[in-house]
């Protein structure tokens, strides 16, 4: 499952990377607005850290389909290797959506809460779908399982289409998407460390430390092979 970081704070960037196998960053107009005030030069951070191994998702701003086709030409040129846009699924981006497959570009289905939606911008050619899940949670359904039910909807049709779920709140919310399958996820910096943070962690490494310096002090394990 890949594994994308859901910022444009290149502070947050910076610090996940050093330490977490990520695989690419999706934005939307929240994310930018709030993130950078300035997004070219963000942007290019971003593709300098993925050095066109990494995928990066930005969202149109156009209401229409054909701002959607202009704004996505650009950015596809502009970011290059990598890049998918993501249109939310109106029916203005529905059209969007089959007008940037016949351009070559690659296309993220956003703004998605039922499975009928993901099933149409699959047929419109998206590469991914990208459903809401704790917006999904939030309004008394169940997130993971609507993306489960996409999944079996693309897995019945033949679509080649990916899940990338979106919107977590929690770590279980991660879990149940990728335990029905998800191709990839992303999160924020909050969730990233989460994934990885269990307060038994913390104590058992602290206890084996505490066990070797009670027997050997100062000295490291290597210290010990001289």
């Known amino acids: 499952m890949k594994i994308l970081l859901d910022t444009a704070n290149l502070a947050e960037i910076e610090e996940i990377i050093q330490y977490y196998p990520i695989d690419g960053f999706t934005t939307n107009p929240t994310i930018l607005?709030?993130?950078?005030?300035?997004?070219?030069?963000?942007?290019?951070?971003?593709?300098?850290?993925?050095?066109?191994?990494?995928?990066?998702?930005v969202q149109v701003t156009a209401a229409e389909s054909e701002g959607m086709l202009a704004q996505a030409k650009a950015l596809d040129k502009f970011v290059g290797k990598g890049f998918h846009i993501k249109?939310?699924?109106?029916?203005?981006?529905?059209?969007?959506?089959?007008?940037?497959?016949?351009a070559g570009i690659r296309v993220t289905a956003t703004s998605i809460f039922t499975p009928m939606q993901a099933l149409l911008a699959a047929k419109a050619g998206a590469d991914y779908v990208a459903p809401y899940v704790n917006s999904i949670d939030n309004m008394q359904c169940d997130?993971?399982?609507?993306?489960?039910?996409?999944?079996?909807?693309?897995?019945?049709?033949?679509?080649?289409?990916?899940?990338?779920?979106?919107?977590?709140d929690s770590v279980s919310q991660v879990l149940g998407v990728a335990l029905a399958g998800a191709h990839t996820v992303t999160v924020t910096a909050s969730i990233m460390h989460k994934l990885l943070f269990h307060p038994h962690t913390d104590l058992a490494v602290g206890n084996f430390a505490a066990d070797w310096k009670a027997k050997f002090g100062a000295q490291s394990v290597s210290d010990l092979l001289k």
């Open 33 to 57: 607005s709030r993130d950078s005030s300035d997004v070219p030069a963000t942007l290019r951070r971003l593709m300098e850290i993925s050095g066109g191994k990494m995928e990066i998702h």
């Open 143 to 168: 997130g993971p399982g609507v993306v489960s039910e996409i999944l079996t909807l693309f897995e019945n049709f033949g679509y080649p289409t990916k899940m990338l779920a979106a919107g977590f």
């Open 87 to 102: 249109i939310p699924v109106t029916p203005e981006g529905i059209r969007a959506m089959t007008l940037c497959k016949k």
